[in-house]
């Protein structure tokens, strides 16, 4: 029985694969900076390919680039269950977002291997594409095209900041197949286990080394354009001007207001992102570009801070006599986490005797994807300082050890087998 299972876990060892991979990085060390299908990128995915070869993983890549590694089951007919993260980074993160739940997993495989397990079902790790927005504007590039959330239409309608068409950038990179056969069918996976780091600090500050999801927040994306008149900041009279920035900042301050006093616990609101048009200090602002991201687990309070800042925006900018262009960009639905999955998760830490809390995700991860296609859950492991997206970013080596143990003893339950 999967309960009885004795586990060896290298912490070491994928210590060292980690340190290995964030050397595939565009940014000086400790900054990692790893954008799809770069050069770097690229090499990154090699190296990952090669790990999970040498755990006897049979490998099938799809047309978007997500990698699956398959570990047959004793009945290949059944759905696999599934486990994965990602491996991009944002520029000038850290080197634990997405890799832990990545080459953990393989860990998590090898570890299964070693103890003689073979699983009833089949498990399949993935590595997602792009679950960072970074390069063609959209998150869970990889998992949203797996759960038909991405169209192969709305694929080829993605263009780079330098306008290259995704198309072209992922042909270059060697995926020549169809976009139509990204898109798995309902079915096709038994459960999907993601481990991740926490990147925020409640594991922390409770003193817990293990986190169960529940539920994953909702994210949605509103862009904002202001548009005025530019002009000379020494020639263009008070009363005459446009200036599309004090209409930014008075957006910016009221999206603040507007989460602060939600009455949902987990409502959140920030503008992370201003550009400043022409952008000198002796010019006017003639256009200001917003986005604005907003996030509850509440669905109806999360569209409610949507509707207010669209609101807000326009209002704002018809007091100004400004042009503007409010778009909300996307506005995925929050995901509630699979029953059984999160009770294979729990059963497999009380076995092992390890305490844990369940809790909601605020960030999002392409298990909220993933929830279209099958039960979800996640496994979170302590951030220090709650640090995350920057070069500091830490979990200690014990901590990923304990995630991928539990990863391993639920991947055990949920595909079932012998020892
Ligand atoms: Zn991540």
């Given amino acids: 029985m999967p309960n009885n299972l004795s586990l060896t876990i290298d912490a070491a060892r994928l210590q060292a694969e980690i340190d290995t991979l964030a050397t595939y990085s565009d940014a000086p060390a400790p900054a990692v900076t790893r954008i799809l299908f770069t050069p770097t990128e690229l090499e990154a995915r090699d190296y990952v390919r090669g790990l999970m070869r040498e755990a006897a993983l049979s490998l099938r890549e799809d047309a978007v680039g997500n990698i699956f590694g398959r570990w047959e089951g004793a009945d290949d007919t059944l759905p696999a269950v599934a486990t994965g993260s990602h491996i991009d980074a944002i520029p000038f993160s850290g080197k634990y977002d997405g890799v832990v739940g990545v080459l953990g997993a393989i860990e998590a495989v090898r570890a299964l291997r070693q103890a003689g397990f073979t699983p009833q079902r089949p498990i399949e790790l993935i590595m997602f594409t792009a679950e960072e ?55 096709h996976y038994d459960s999907f286990v993601e481990l991740h780091i926490e990147q925020g600090p409640r594991l922390e500050a409770a003193k817990l080394p293990l986190g169960v999801v529940t539920a994953i927040a909702a994210p949605a994306t509103v862009r904002v354009q202001f548009e005025g008149s530019g002009g000379h900041a020494g020639t263009v009279l008070m009363p005459d001007r446009r200036d599309a920035l004090p209409a930014a900042a008075e957006l910016i301050l009221s999206v603040e207001k507007i989460a602060q006093s939600s009455t949902s616990p987990d409502a959140v609101a920030t503008v992370g992102l201003c550009h400043i048009y022409p952008g000198a200090v002796n010019s006017i602002a003639s256009r200001v570009y917003i986005e604005v991201d907003i996030r509850d687990i509440d669905l109806t309070s999360r569209n409610r801070m949507v509707d207010t800042v669209v609101q807000v925006a326009k209002t704002i900018a018809e007091r100004r006599k400004l042009e503007y262009e409010v778009v909300v960009l996307n506005a995925d639905d929050p995901c509630t986490c699979g029953r059984e999955v999160i009770g294979a998760v729990v059963e497999s830490i009380e076995a092992l005797g390890y305490p844990y809390q369940t809790m909601v995700s605020r960030a999002y991860h392409d298990t909220l994807f993933m929830a279209d296609l099958c039960p979800t859950t996640m496994i979170f492991v302590p951030s220090q300082n709650g640090y995350s997206h920057r070069p500091d970013e830490y979990t200690a080596p014990e901590d990923i050890a304990r995630g991928v143990e539990v990863l391993a003893h639920t991947l055990a339950r949920l595909a079932g087998g012998t020892e």
């Fill in 133 to 187: 927005p970074t390069r063609f504007k959209v998150g869970c590039l990889g998992s949203r095209a797996l759960a038909g959330k991405l169209s192969p239409v709305k694929l080829l309608d993605l263009t780079d900041g330098d306008g290259n068409p995704f198309d072209a950038v992922r042909r270059q990179a060697g995926y020549i197949d169809s976009l139509d056969d990204v898109e798995l069918p309902g079915g």
